[in-house]
């Protein structure tokens, strides 16, 4: 049957990020990290074609209870993988939450949005 060879995967991984446009500025943070983030991400797996992809959230503390998103990455994989050798395609892109803003109080707005495409061979042992 069909599904029985169908491989699903995910994952949700949380952190914090240290550095940045914070570095510059004596503003009273919440907690000692920047800003905070999230990445949940999926792949399917048949034979030796995968698919899949992820999206990350950024985002920073403006009370214990409040958080505010600033930029989103979204990317997505497929591609051929034979153990030793991997034969992929990626498109990654990202997008700020509110375009084409400056850090206002104290966030970071990400003054760019855009994106690239990867293809690639990746030798591993």
């Excluded at 914070?22 to 030796?48: I, M, W």
């Excluded at 995968?50 to 959230?57: I, N, R, T």
């Excluded at 950024?58 to 990455?73: A, D, E, G, K």
């Amino acid at each position: 049957m069909f599904f029985q060879a169908l491989i699903l995967s995910a994952s949700l991984e949380a952190g914090g990020i240290l550095g940045g446009i914070y570095n510059y500025s004596n503003r009273n943070q919440l907690v000692f990290l920047d800003a905070f983030y999230t990445t949940l991400e999926a792949k399917a797996k048949y034979d030796v074609l995968y698919v899949g992809g992820q999206m990350d959230c950024y985002f920073t503390p403006i009370t214990v209870t409040n958080y505010s998103p600033f930029q989103m990455t979204f990317v997505f994989r497929a591609g051929l993988d034979f153990d030793n050798v991997k034969l992929g395609y990626e498109h990654s892109c990202f997008h700020p939450m509110q375009p084409y803003a400056t850090i206002i109080g104290n966030e970071i707005k990400p003054r760019y949005e855009g994106g690239y495409n990867k293809i690639f061979m990746r030798f591993s042992n």
